[in-house]
Antibody, heavy 119, light 111 residues
């Protein structure tokens, strides 16, 4: 079955860029859409953005100016970059798969999450 | 402040039924039959329990039931079990500018 694994630095300095990678096994990133979601400690989920099979992306309007997502089909990975981070970006970051090649139909496979602290 | 409003907590005894509400607007819940629900146990990743308002992924118990009326979606869990104790989040598609919006989450306690 499809499995997702997030990886990247656990500690990022303020004003720098957070970079995370999601490695997909058991499936291809050339199929389905792929999302990033984050969750500050003790708080709710926040959708960050979605990577489409075309290579294009859409982002949460509140983060759009700082977010970039991309995919590497040769490595079957997709990535998240969040620039100019502050303490408010400290959270557990999850990658997830959209059930369909369409937005809003549910995220059916999730990575285990990776904690990123901005300090 | 979350885009969708959920009660902070609900509780019920084993065997009982509970309902968690998720209130949005005519721009999200009210406009699309694209509401999903996620269950999250402490320290774990969320798990998809309901998609497209009332559909269950394979393997999810039929004790979980989703519905929608107007701008409010609901998740009903019948025959409560201890393992149902978790946080529950709703999520709605909100169009091609806002995309996916989550609720603030509801902590379910099984007494």
């Amino acid at each position: 079955q499809v499995q997702l694994q997030e990886s990247g630095p656990g500690l990022v300095k303020p004003s720098e860029t957070l970079s995370l990678t999601c490695t997909v096994s058991g499936g291809s990133i050339s199929s389905f859409y792929w999302s990033w979601i984050r969750q500050p400690a003790g708080k709710g989920l926040e959708w960050i953005g979605r990577l489409y099979t075309s290579g294009n992306s859409d982002y949460n309007p509140s983060l759009k100016s700082r977010v970039t997502m991309s995919g590497d089909t040769s490595k079957n990975q997709f990535s998240l970059r969040l620039s100019s981070v502050t303490a408010a970006d400290t959270a557990v970051y999850y990658c997830a798969r959209d059930r369909k090649e369409a937005a809003g139909y549910g995220l059916d496979v999730w990575g285990q999450g990776t904690t990123v602290t901005v300090s | 402040q979350s885009a969708l409003t959920q009660p902070a907590s609900v509780s019920g005894s084993p065997g009982q039924s509970i309902t968690i509400s998720c209130t949005g607007t005519s721009s999200d819940v009210g406009s699309y039959n694209l509401v999903s629900w996620y269950q999250q146990h402490p320290g774990k990743a969320p798990k998809l329990m309901i998609f497209e308002v009332n559909k269950r992924p394979s393997g999810v118990s039929n004790r979980f039931f989703g519905s929608k009326s107007g701008n409010t979606a609901s998740l009903t869990i019948s025959g409560l079990q201890a393992e149902d104790e978790a946080d529950y989040y709703c999520c709605s598609y909100a169009g091609s500018y806002t995309f996916d919006v989550f609720g603030g989450g509801t902590k379910l306690t099984v007494l």
